[in-house]
């Protein structure tokens, strides 16, 4: 129909960290965006320098030497979810953009909101839903709490793709 829809969507695991969810996160969204069978240009939008940075620069170059640090024999932590976000991230252009985190951000501040839900109830929303944000955002701007909320859509002539992934090497 060439309606925009905005979707939410949850995740949530025991027992877990803050790097390892922005991750799931990221890959979850991927996963969903992937079933449409097209390439889309993507902008990604966290508080999670780990994901942002880890995504934008750090996997380049884990991918140029057989997913290993630069330095030193210390594992890369998360490795298999790195793993599955590059192969998810190949498949469209993607541009990854840091917020600082509780600062008013209100599409941020949002996602914050359904992941501490989530991580407190050990929920998870199945897939993607109908978004209740419209509603969250009037109620906390009824309170004084947020601004307006910021364009859903970037505009497209700011749109700068993270450069793509190396090719992957063969163990040696």
Not at 12 to 31: D, G, V
Not at 52 to 70: F, N, P, Q
Not at 98 to 114: F, I, K, M, S, T
Not at 128 to 149: E, M
Request: proline content about 6%; aromatic content about 10%.
């Amino acid at each position: 129909s060439g309606r925009l829809t905005r979707l939410d969507y949850w995740i949530s695991e025991p027992s877990t960290t803050n790097n390892r969810m922005a991750l799931r996160s990221a890959i979850e969204a991927m996963r969903i965006i992937s079933r449409k069978g097209t390439r889309f240009r993507l902008v990604f939008t966290s508080d999670s320098q780990y994901l942002v940075k880890g995504m934008s620069e750090w996997t380049h170059g884990w991918i140029a030497r057989g997913w290993r640090r630069a330095q030193g024999t210390a594992p890369i932590e998360n490795l298999a979810l790195w793993q599955d976000a590059v192969a998810l991230a190949r498949q469209h252009e993607i541009a990854w953009r840091w917020v600082r985190g509780h600062a008013g951000h209100p599409q941020n501040e949002y996602a914050n909101d359904l992941a501490v839900q989530g991580a407190r109830e050990q929920t998870a929303s199945d897939g993607a839903v109908p978004s209740q944000f419209d509603g969250w955002l009037a109620a906390k701007q009824a309170k004084g709490r947020l601004a307006q909320a910021l364009a859903p859509f970037p505009d497209p002539s700011q749109f700068r793709a993270t450069r793509p992934y190396p090719i992957e090497r063969s163990p040696s």
